[in-house]
């Protein structure tokens, strides 16, 4: 129920930036949950995914893009058309920097976000990652976005730590427009368990594979049968050649029981229960330029 006397506000805070500038880790402080998988790597987001936060006269609709960048095969074709679209329904944007890249990294989008910022559309810059830097280096950094983005407001935050990423929330829910929430107001994503259950596979192979293995390879859910103690989850790993098959699965497959371990622990986690998971390696050689393919695990929507 809203507060009497209070207009409701809602809107869609879109998240943007360069890769591996802590996007998903901004996303997860936020919400308050973990939705977006956070790993060292650059590249570890895919798709566009959103956090839903609700309050008695508020809802924020988040949304985790992935990293810009310039596309080397379809598939990064296809995330780059994600952090595209979150330019243009954006009630607020939040672009991401931090304290390691250029400023002016990537000068088509940052100018794409200037255009936005000058058309009237709100935007924070989130300088991240201030625990990495000098007090004096973070200044000529904010005064640097301030001529780059006159109308931008500026935030330095740590999200590893959660330092100052509360007055980021309150700026965002003062930045609303008016209007009635977009999903009922126990909604946290628009994504099903089992996009979750991949994304924890997938970030495993992510911090257990070196190299450029981790980005060649899909995960799928096959089968998931759910029930009040216990998920049984059936997932195939995807590889783009007949080489990787066996360096996925490792000698007597020690390394493939590691990632299932693993991952089937933070499943538990995540859904409060027990589960049962059982994982295959299959080849979809070149997955990662085939639209057919692209589309059965969903980066295509045409």
Do not use: C
Not at 128 to 137: A, G, H, S, V
């Amino acid at each position: 129920m809203d507060t009497p006397n209070t207009p409701h506000k809602a809107g869609f805070v879109n998240i943007i930036g360069n890769p591996n500038v802590g996007k998903s880790t901004l996303m997860n402080r936020l919400v308050g949950e973990r939705l977006s998988i956070i790993t060292s790597k650059a590249q570890t987001t895919r798709h566009r995914i959103l956090g839903i936060v609700s309050g008695p006269d508020f809802q924020i609709v988040y949304s985790d893009t992935p990293g810009v960048l310039k596309p080397k095969y379809k598939l990064q074709e296809s995330m780059l058309e994600f952090s595209r679209s979150a330019l243009s329904d954006a009630d607020v944007l939040v672009y991401v920097t931090d304290t390691v890249e250029q400023p002016d990294k990537n000068n088509d989008f940052l100018t794409r976000v200037q255009s936005m910022a000058a058309d009237g559309t709100p935007v924070l810059v989130v300088i991240n990652k201030i625990d990495l830097t000098t007090p004096e280096k973070l200044e000529e950094l904010v005064s640097w976005w301030h001529t780059a983005i006159p109308t931008a407001e500026i935030i330095p935050v740590s999200a590893q730590e959660g330092f100052n990423v509360e007055p980021v929330i309150k700026r965002i829910v003062s930045l609303l427009p008016e209007g009635p929430a977009y999903y009922p107001k126990d909604t946290l994503t628009d994504k099903s368990l089992r996009f979750f259950a991949s994304e924890i596979i997938r970030e495993k192979i992510l911090t257990h594979y070196d190299k450029e293995l981790p980005y060649s390879v899909e995960v799928a859910i096959e089968s998931y049968e759910e029930s009040p103690t216990l998920d049984r989850i059936g997932a195939v790993i995807y590889v783009s050649r007949q080489s990787q098959k066996g360096i996925i699965i490792g000698h007597r497959g020690t390394k493939l029981k590691q990632v299932g371990t693993e991952a089937r622990k933070d499943l538990e986690a995540f859904l409060g229960k027990k589960v049962f998971l059982e994982i295959f390696v299959k080849v979809a050689e070149g997955w990662r330029d085939n639209d057919r393919a692209l589309r059965q695990f969903g980066y295509n929507n045409d």
